[in-house]
């Protein structure tokens, strides 16, 4: 079964400190998506990312960059420089693509409070 | 850009008593997922459905059930609401076709709906 495990429940950062959120995943497919998505205090989620399980490539998108490794099943997420904006609930999600009429699952959730 | 719109943003009803929750997507989009949020839980999901008329069990559908008789729109019913009924809760869609769920989601603004 797939799983998606956040360990971090909350963590607190100065602004301008790194911050990294890590997400492990569990399934038993070759094929799969994992997403990171946030929830500012408005409360809509907000599509952040989506890597392939082919894909290993680490990626960054100005201050924030995800490094996804298979070999430990994970998908963490840094935000270097964080700012106040950065205060949020981040979820990370896993589809097993193949199938048909299945959901993405998500993690429990890090919240990140950035203080000024 | 996609716009998911959840009827109310805020919603109290009494125990016992029948709660519909409106979703509707103005993008044509295939699937659309109902999650509840609870803290410390993440979201977790109740129904999806990939076409009209259509519906899937997520993780939690007891005490829920979901209608889908435009492509649209997707309901969430409370059959008899129950104090532990109260949460916040998503809808979301995505693109699909064929089940397809390595998409992206797209969410709603969320209901926050107490049962009292």
């Known amino acids: 079964a797939q799983k998606v495990t956040q360990a971090q429940t909350e963590i607190s950062v100065v602004e301008k400190e790194d911050v990294t959120l890590d997400c492990v995943y569990e399934t038993r497919d070759t094929t799969y998506y994992l997403f990171w998505y946030k929830q500012p205090p408005s409360g809509e989620l907000v599509f952040l990312i989506r890597?392939?399980?082919?894909?290993?490539q680490n990626e960054i998108s100005g201050r924030y960059s995800w490094n996804f490794q298979k070999s430990t099943s994970s998908f963490n997420f840094t935000i270097t420089a964080s700012q106040v904006v950065d205060s949020a609930v981040y979820f990370c999600a896993l589809s097993e693509a193949h199938k048909a009429g299945t959901a993405l699952i998500f993690g429990k959730g890090t919240t990140l409070s950035v203080s000024s | 850009d996609v716009k998911v719109t959840q009827s109310s943003r805020y919603l109290v009803k009494r125990t016992g008593e029948k709660v519909f929750l409106e979703c509707v997507q103005d993008m044509d989009h295939e699937n659309m997922f109902w999650y509840r949020q609870d803290p410390g839980l993440g979201l977790r999901l109740i129904y999806f459905?990939?076409?009209?008329?259509?519906?899937e069990k997520g993780d939690i559908p007891e005490g829920y059930s979901v209608s889908r008789e435009k492509k649209e729109r997707f309901s969430l019913i409370l059959e008899s609401a129950s104090t532990n009924q109260t949460s916040m809760y998503l809808c979301?869609?995505?693109?699909?076709?064929?089940?397809?769920?390595?998409?992206?989601?797209?969410f709603g603004s969320g209901t926050q709906l107490s049962v009292l």
């Open positions: 459905s990939y076409d009209v008329k259509m519906k």
């Open positions: 890597r392939n399980s082919f894909d290993e």
């Open positions: 979301a869609s995505s693109p699909g076709g064929g089940g397809a769920t390595n998409e992206k989601l797209f």
